[in-house]
């Protein structure tokens, strides 16, 4: 089982985590299209490389953002929303 | 084969003589024994028949790779019976045998071997076409190992979690100098060994190196000393999963690891010689006879012929000699004589060699269920027997020395990238997964001291990652000054019967033909040919499937690679994987209460609740309507504890749920509640509740049962993401709630509380905070069964305490507890939908009839986006109300059965139930909006296929006008009065 690097409680077994999904930033609904909107709402990418993802920390209730290459399957850092570069 | 005395380190405990059976005979063997090691001591010698052929097989590793020896104990299926420790009263009987295992008649298959050649099924019995599922049947009552008991009881295994700095795996001298090494140091080991003792080769491999006897005695003593190791013998590991996590096995459980760094010391395994007639019984690997002398004290043969290409042979040659066994002769197919002190020992003795000669076949018995002799050839230069030079050799047995697999399955599964190092023959370790290592034989170091070094190395370099101690490191794997392994012991014969993989019954020839058909990449050959896919998974067959795949493509080893090693290294009970089938369900405060009650509990999400109580002479669907009455006509109590229950407080607080729900919250009112639908961004309904304002910035509000955890969790997302300045906190487990429900609600609830419950001062939709049975509580006044009704909150340790207050407040009321179906069939009457029912993953607001519950004038809320680009679509369906007649009195339409129009799908039926309330069918159906308006009719296929007519009617079904749930007391007892006056 993986270990997930908690930005809050540390490594922690990923059972105890949920995936969130990719990060994504969005758009703003009044000036996007229909087809922007729709591509922010339904499209992903499954590119491999290293991604932005949301994790959520069950037991502490703690949401946070995970750099991950997701064809190593290695999370390479993790920080909470808003602490990170450029988020 | 006989029992030997006792032997200096012997495994068996002679003072415990254990009694069984086997194929209905009675035996003794002694408490150590394994089952296979007590038959041999009883001079058995053929153990099973074959996958495919059904031909006669004895002992070939003993070591867990004896596929050919399978047993049935009656209560666990395929028990390999060279491993399993022997058991009293044990009731033993060989698996894939008709008959009886001297006389198999299914063994005749054997002379049809030529028209059965590999990937036969593939090709033969498709034509005629009528006669194949004859042939399959044939091939399937032949094929598949042991019977499945289906009434066998069920074994509850226990998983256990252990953590260490350090996981050994593998207690022989590497894995116990790794472990003593790494202890020494400070870390916390674990050293799991698959056998019942520690000690590897050392407790049988012996020769001339008696002293390596004190070496484990030093060792076993060190190490049982030690606080910092736990030992876990008769253990074997499963798998290694991400982050070193490993699943070790043993006879009663799982023990999952989480290891700080892992060292990987399995050792190699044997590998048996490739001739004609390999798999008499009587043949067996070098290792497996010194196991059975020097583990079990069991003389394995009389007279033997031992074939070795290496040092290792000439030392199972010597203990061979000890154990009385007269060597006919030694066949070495190598040019360059032994050079050991085994080898020393046995010239001394004069025991013949026969150098550069190879064994080309054996010769059966009589019987032909044992092994009388070998034809031995010198070899010529081009590597091929000499057959002018053939004799023939008597003997009774033979025992195989000429080389090693690596057992490198967890490394590969690690992520190990491996090397082919010519110089030994063997596939090394080249790169290693982080804080994963190898230590001794499975990395490529043979001698004993340069084991016991490579040991203590492994865990020098594991401690360093841990940054424990100050370890010194060497760089450097030792490489043995010889070649343990032959490069190709395999013999070819024209008439075949040289097996190489005895799972499966391959032979020499079924490669080439493989080969030959274009399946000649590892990969494709192994599917094909299926070596390596039968219970041992290739650990005796994969290196020399591999060594003719190298020969016919005229390829290195290097060059054609190995298959993928997966999870599990030995095959684990299913019980083992199943655990204690721990599946933990919620139980509300009020759940003795419900019990207590005589209620019929149902799962709802993670909750157990009750679906209806049960009442003496009264059936399911009777009680269900005496609850629905209850509630219509006097006074009903239903434990909603399970529901979401969220809190949010602080300035933003509001600004959360105007974004998040669909409605407006803004000019919600101090003191009152209102409905909440919850969208995802593609504006599918997701969920919703009701949302209580208690102050400015103060929100208490509720959930769907299964949606508690999910909400809770998205809109803590939401305030990450926005930035909202507002604390939330789930209630859902600390808070308990009751619903107190029915036209006599009021006047119950009036006696147990001090809140003014006037229809002015506490109306329909309005919140209060207050004491309730002595508790402080917050009451919602909610409508969604239709009558009149309180939800009360209050601190879950006090629900006990409130349910009795208002069971004893609604006695002379006749109050009654209602389950969840009573539930259902009430909100139904009043078509107030249930998402996720009612609902699907794509319904949106307008398809559930929710239209009055979106403020799209809003800013923004989330799914608002989504809506607008749909809002110029054309609706695609539409939830409305249906009933049958009411002098329908056939089979009901179920939920989820299918509305047809013109022979095609049209829609569906979400709900339905028989209402007590207006004496009809009633339902609610995802219709085409075309029909989704009153007095339309449809068709329902129910169960059979019978079409049933419906027609769409206006909802609410009941009470069209709410004037219940909105009702104060009196006038409703006016109405009621003048009803009956009229």
Redesign the interface.
């Known amino acids: 089982m993986k270990l997930m690097p908690c930005p809050v409680n540390g490594l922690r077994p990923v059972s105890e985590f949920v995936y969130g999904g990719e990060y994504r930033v969005m758009p703003d609904p009044d000036q996007a299209s229909d087809v922007q909107w729709a591509d922010y709402v339904f499209n992903r990418t499954s590119l491999p490389g290293i991604k932005r993802e949301w994790w959520y920390h069950q037991p502490s209730g703690t949401w946070f953002i995970a750099e991950r290459d997701v064809q190593a399957d290695v999370v390479h850092r993790t920080y909470l929303p808003g602490e990170g570069p450029a988020t | 084969m006989t029992r030997l005395p006792r032997q200096p380190d012997e495994w068996i405990d002679r003072t415990q003589p254990l009694e069984f059976e086997f194929e209905g005979r009675s035996f003794s063997g002694f408490r150590g024994d394994t089952i296979v090691s007590a038959l041999c001591a009883a001079d058995v010698r053929l153990l099973g028949r074959s996958f495919k052929y059904h031909r006669p097989r004895g002992v070939l590793s003993a070591a867990n790779h004896d596929i050919n020896a399978l047993v049935d104990d009656g209560r666990s299926l395929n028990v390999r019976a060279d491993v399993t420790p022997l058991a009293a009263g044990m009731q033993l009987a060989p698996v894939n045998v008709f008959g009886t295992l001297a006389q198999d008649s299914a063994s005749r298959i054997d002379r049809f071997s030529r028209f059965l050649p590999v990937g036969f099924y593939y090709k033969a019995f498709h034509r005629p076409k009528w006669a194949f599922p004859r042939w399959e049947r044939a091939i399937r009552n032949l094929s598949g190992l042991g019977r499945i008991d289906t009434d066998a009881p069920r074994v509850r295994t226990p998983n256990r979690h252990a953590f260490c700095d350090v996981l050994v795996i593998g207690g022989g001298p590497s894995g116990m100098s790794a472990a003593l090494a790494a202890a020494k140091a400070g870390a916390k080991v674990i050293l799991a060994e698959e056998n019942a003792r520690l000690g590897g080769s050392l407790t049988y491999a012996i020769g001339a190196a008696t002293n390596i006897r004190d070496t484990l005695a030093q060792f076993t003593r060190e190490i049982g000393g030690h606080a910092n190791i736990e030992v876990m013998t008769g253990t074997f590991a499963s798998g290694i999963?991400?982050?070193r996590?490993v699943t070790l096995i043993d006879a009663t459980k799982m023990t999952?690891v989480?290891a700080g760094a892992v060292t990987v010391a399995t050792g190699v395994m044997e590998q048996p010689a490739v001739f004609r007639n390999n798999d008499l019984p009587g043949i067996m690997l070098g290792s497996a006879a010194q196991r059975l002398i020097h583990r079990y004290a069991v003389q394995p043969m009389r007279t033997a012929v031992v074939l070795a290409a290496n040092t290792e042979g000439y030392a199972a040659a010597l203990d061979l000699h000890w154990a009385g066994v007269s060597i006919a002769a030694i066949v070495d197919p190598r040019i360059e004589p032994e050079r050991s002190d085994a080898a020393d020992a046995l010239a001394t003795l004069k025991i013949p060699v026969l150098q550069r000669c190879v064994i080309r076949e054996a010769v059966a018995d009589a019987e032909g269920l044992g092994v009388s002799g070998v034809v031995v050839c010198n070899l010529s230069g081009r590597e091929q027997p000499d057959l002018a030079t053939r004799r023939t050799i008597a003997c009774d047995g033979v025992a195989m020395s000429v080389g090693f697999a690596p057992a490198n399955g967890l490394l590969h599964q690690a992520g190990a990238r491996m090397r082919f190092d010519e110089r030994i023959q063997q596939f090394v370790p080249e790169e290693l997964a982080p804080r994963v290592f190898a230590a001794g034989r499975v990395n490529g170091v043979y001698e004993l001291t340069d084991r016991l070094r490579d040991g203590e190395r492994a865990a020098a370099r594991a401690l360093r990652e841990l940054g424990i101690g100050s370890p010194n490191v060497e760089a450097a794997r030792l490489v043995p000054p010889r070649c343990p392994t032959h490069p190709f012991p395999i013999v070819e014969h024209p008439d075949g019967k040289n097996f190489v993989d005895f799972d499966e019954d391959l032979t020499v020839q079924d490669f080439f033909n493989a080969v030959q058909e274009g399946f000649d990449s590892s990969e494709l050959l192994k599917r094909y040919t299926t070596v390596g896919m039968g219970p041992s998974q290739g650990k005796h067959s994969n290196m020399n499937a591999l060594r003719i795949l190298a020969r016919a493509r005229n390829l290195s080893m290097a060059e054609l690679g190995t298959t993928t090693s997966r999870p599990f290294i030995h095959p684990v009970p299913l019980s083992h994987l199943g655990g204690r089938g721990f599946t933990p369900v919620r139980l509300t405060p009020l759940h003795g209460r419900h019990e207590r009650a005589g209620a019929v509990l149902m799962h709802a999400g993670v909750w157990l609740r009750p679906e209806y109580y049960a009442r003496e002479g009264k059936n399911r669907s009777q009680c269900i309507t005496e609850e629905v009455m209850a509630v219509r006509r006097g006074v009903g109590i239903i434990d909603v504890g399970t529901l979401g229950k969220i809190e949010v407080s602080g300035p933003d607080a509001c600004k959360l749920l105007e974004r998040v729900y669909t409605g407006r919250f803004d000019n919600l009112k101090v003191g009152m509640t209102r409905y909440a639908v919850m969208l995802d961004?593609?504006g599918v309904v997701i969920d919703d509740g009701v949302v209580a304002r208690l102050s400015e910035e103060h929100f208490y509000f509720t959930t769907t049962t299964t949606g508690a955890a999910a909400v809770?969790?998205e809109l803590?997302?939401w305030i990450?993401?926005w930035?909202l300045n507002c604390g939330i906190v789930?209630l859902t487990g600390a808070m308990a709630a009751i619903n107190l429900a029915g036209p006599r609600s009021r006047e119950v609830l009036a006696k147990a509380t001090t809140l003014n419950l006037d229809g002015a001062a506490f109306p329909y939709l309005g919140a209060r905070e207050g004491m309730v049975a002595g508790v402080r509580a917050r009451v919602l006044r909610v409508g969604f069964v239709g009558e009149l009704g309180y939800e009360i909150h209050v601190p879950a340790d006090r629900a006990l305490h409130l349910w009795d207050t208002l069971m004893a407040a609604g006695a002379e009321a006749g109050i009654a507890p209602f389950g969840v179906e009573a539930q259902r069939l009430l909100r139904l009457e009043k078509a107030h939908i249930i998402i996720g029912q009612d609902t699907d993953g794509l319904t949106t607001p307008q398809e559930a009839g929710l239209d009055w519950a979106l403020k799209m004038d809003k800013p923004?809320f989330v799914g608002?986006?989504?809506l607008r680009?749909m809002s110029s679509r054309k609706l695609k369906q539409r939830l409305a109300g249906f009933a049958l007649p009411p002098e329908y009195t056939g089979p009901a339409p179920k939920e989820c059965h299918l509305v047809i129009r013109g022979g095609d799908i049209a829609g569906r039926v979400t709900s339905v139930a028989y209402s007590p309330s207006l004496s009809r069918v009633i339902g609610l159906a995802m219709l085409p909006p075309e029909l989704a308006v009153p007095d339309s009719t449809f068709q329902i296929r129910i169960d059979g296929g019978t079409m049933i007519e419906a027609q769409t009617v206006a909802v609410p079904f009941y009470d069209p006008r709410g004037e219940r749930q909105r009702a104060n007391l009196v006038e409703l007892q006016t109405r009621k009065s003048s009803k009956e006056a009229s």
């Open positions: 999963y991400t982050d996590y999952k989480r961004e593609s809770y969790r803590q997302r990450a993401q930035k789930n923004f608002q986006r989504s680009a």
